[in-house]
């Protein structure tokens, strides 16, 4: 064969030459496509990206959502040859940050996904409700006034992760399924919450009556009780008010700002929670919207309840303290009626003004001595059984 080829004319040897080049060349170039689209397809993967430990957080959170089944590229890439090489550019420069350690933790994705990415799987002009079958949710008219996507559906993915400050390096250890799932267990951080809705239509100048949005009302079945009213709705408040604040903090003039949130770090730790730091009685006297009957006095108060109130008042204190403080703290700006008002620490002001007559040190309560002066009634009024 080679004695073949070098019999062949110059110029034949020069072609088949230049034909063996090209071939190699040809070959060379298409495994190095081949190679590289290999590479690229398997770096645009989801299992790529959680080969990052500092991409745990997102990665099992991702795991956890409802989006579990698309893949990150899907939403963080966008369609197009430019977009795709711009994203594969980035990642070059996020591992090189990563191999330095000069990435910034948590990490925060440097523009929001686009409604185009949603608008591959979601019809916006066709979806009006959510699965719930109880929220009014027109997305074509928020899609008309310019409302993206990610504005109420940030949470979807990853359960907002870094903005809960839970991603930082020192937690990654403790990333696993079982914290995805429990991060995106908390609904508040991955549906969209009543707060953002409210906000975003009192900029908008837009209702916010139930009705706008809830097709049933959302007027809960304990509300139908007769007595709901008459003091039933004390007692349900008592066994859960955060309930009660879901609704009915919308109602009111002043925020509630005395419900503890759990936070990331508890989140992290086993087993820990969050309690709210507000009784029924003490939310009532905050939210402007129980004050408005809670600071009228009730027909029970009328001219001869002065004289029984206190018997009253000893039989069941709670009902009282819906309205009154028996402390000297006082209540709300629409009712200063507290006890203290009325029932002050009499023998400590005239012991410190020393006028009194006969010295009280010692002394734990009246005798018969005292009602030379005093009425016996008055006495007994809290001096019982001494």
């Known amino acids: 064969m080679e004695d073949q080829k070098t019999n062949l004319p110059a110029p034949a040897r020069s072609r088949y030459r230049l034909y063996k080049i090209l071939t190699l060349s040809l ?41 579990s089944q698309v893949g990150c590229k899907e939403c963080h890439i966008q369609d197009g040859v430019v977009s ?27 523009k929001e996904i686009p409604n185009e990415s949603c608008e591959k799987c979601h019809n916006m002009k066709t979806t009006i409700v959510t699965a719930s079958g109880d929220l009014i949710i027109p997305h ?22 870094a903005d809960r400050n839970a991603t930082f390096k020192t937690d990654y250890a403790k990333w696993n399924s079982t914290l995805g799932k429990q991060m995106m267990s908390d609904l508040s951080f991955t549906q969209p919450t009543m707060d953002e809705c409210i906000q975003c239509h009192k900029t908008r100048n837009v209702s916010t009556d139930c009705e706008t949005c809830h097709s049933t009302g959302m007027k809960p079945e304990s509300h139908n009780d007769p007595n709901f009213l008459k003091g039933n709705h ?21 925020p509630i700002k005395d419900f503890q949130q759990k936070t990331a770090s508890q989140e992290l730790i086993k087993n820990s929670s969050a309690e709210s730091a507000l009784t029924a009685a003490t939310y009532a006297k905050k939210n402007t919207f129980c004050q408005e009957c809670h600071s009228k006095k009730p027909t029970s108060h009328n001219s001869k309840f002065f004289a029984t109130h206190g018997t009253t008042a000893n039989k069941n204190l709670d009902t009282c303290k819906a309205c009154h ?10 009712n200063k009626v507290i006890c203290s008002s009325c029932h002050t620490n009499s023998h400590k002001r005239v012991s410190e003004l ?4 006969i010295p009280l040190n010692g002394i734990k309560g009246p005798s018969e001595k005292c009602y030379t002066c005093h009425s016996q009634s008055t006495c007994s009024s809290c001096h019982k059984d001494e």
């Open 325 to 334: 403080d028996t402390s000297k703290a006082g209540l709300s700006s629409k």
């Open 27 to 67: 070959l060379a170039v298409v495994l190095l496509v081949l190679a590289g689209y290999g590479t690229v397809e398997a770096t645009s993967s989801s299992t790529f990206c959680s080969s990052c430990h500092n991409m745990k957080p997102e990665f099992n959170t991702w795991k956890a959502s409802s989006h």
């Open 354 to 357: 020393s006028i009194h007559p």
């Open 140 to 161: 074509d008219k928020h899609l008309k006034d310019d409302i993206k996507c990610v504005q109420c559906h940030s949470g979807v993915a990853h359960g907002k992760v």
């Open 234 to 254: 004390g007692k349900l408040a008592e066994k859960d008010i955060k309930e009660c604040n879901s609704c009915h903090q919308y109602m009111s003039e002043n």
């Open 84 to 110: 795709y090489a711009k994203a594969k550019l980035n990642g070059l420069s996020e591992v090189y940050k990563l191999a330095t350690d000069t990435y910034a933790a948590p990490i925060h994705m440097a």
